[in-house]
């Protein structure tokens, strides 16, 4: 019996490829058109898996909180302290936004100090659209933290501190405008929103302008160093101006000082008028911020990296 021929596998007849195609492998994965949310996605990732997120909003958690449970511990008893019911938790919020501005600029300072940047450009090459992302992403994960943390630091203080015998002289306050109720101290619903939203505001719009100066100077060490300039300089000069030539120029310095701004949201100003809400600051800071962002945008799409 003889064995048939081998007979080796045929190739499959050439297909030339259709017109305006080019020929080559075809990935099963489907491509899809990127998008912001692609975007924001990528940045979530970056920024909930480094250690400077975890550590930075843990420590503005306890200094905000642990603060103002020392000054609720402290004053509770007291017969009048002479402000109002939620002013304690600014001195808490006043240390923990040092961290959500240094978080702020870590976001994206970071990744030109180790070279991410051009990773994250190749990646996404719209840049605006990198730089929405970062903003989007550390703004609400520092509004989300920063409201909670302050939520919590009113509601130590509403059932601490309601209990302070008023005297009778207590109403003539300023300060004590719409906080005082039948002879007894209490927090209206707009001493709740600047002491909670609008503190949470403010301190995430310094956060974000704390990501728009690192966009603009690009190293850490000197973004963080100018934030705090910013926050604690104006009332640093307004110490040493003491002649009365420079009075003027002392109050206007206290008076939009940042530090006054997020004072006045719990209805303690330093300077100016004082029954001051802190509204109108909260809206100057977010014109500031806007402006830097334009700023870090131009020189982000008008240079290489």
Sequence with gaps: MTTPPLVP???????????????????????????????????????????????TLVLMFVLTVGI????????????????????GGFFGLMFGQ???ITLGVLVISSEYGTGMMRTTLTACPQRGRVLLAKALVFF???????????????????????????????????Y???????????????????????????????GLLGLAVGGLLRHSAGAITT?????????VAALFMAGESLQSTREKLIEYSPLNGLASLYRIPMEGDETATGWPLLGLLAAVTVAAL????????TTDV
Aim: with cysteine.
């Design 140 to 174: 609400l994960l520092a509004f989300t933290m920063t409201l909670i943390a302050c939520a919590l630091t009113g509601l130590i203080h509403s059932s601490m501190l309601s209990d302070q015998i008023l005297p009778s002289y207590a109403a003539d306050d300023p």
């Design 176 to 206: 004590m405008e719409g906080s005082i109720e039948n002879g007894e101290l209490v927090a209206t619903g707009g001493h709740w929103m600047g002491a909670t939203v609008g503190a949470a505001l403010y301190v995430s719009l310094l």
């Design 9 to 55: 596998p045929q190739a499959p007849p050439f297909t030339p490829p259709a017109p305006g195609t080019a020929p080559g492998y075809a990935s099963p994965i489907p491509v899809r058109p990127t998008h912001l949310g692609h975007a924001i996605a990528s940045e979530w990732t970056k920024i909930r898996t480094v250690r400077s997120t975890v550590w």
């Design 227 to 235: 934030m705090l300039g910013v926050v604690l300089l104006p009332l």
């Design 68 to 87: 103002g449970l020392l000054y609720a511990t402290a004053l509770s008893g007291e017969d009048y302290v002479g402000m109002p019911l939620l002013s």
């Design 294 to 301: 334009v700023g870090a945008y131009a020189r982000l799409t």
């Design 98 to 100: 040092i961290c959500v």
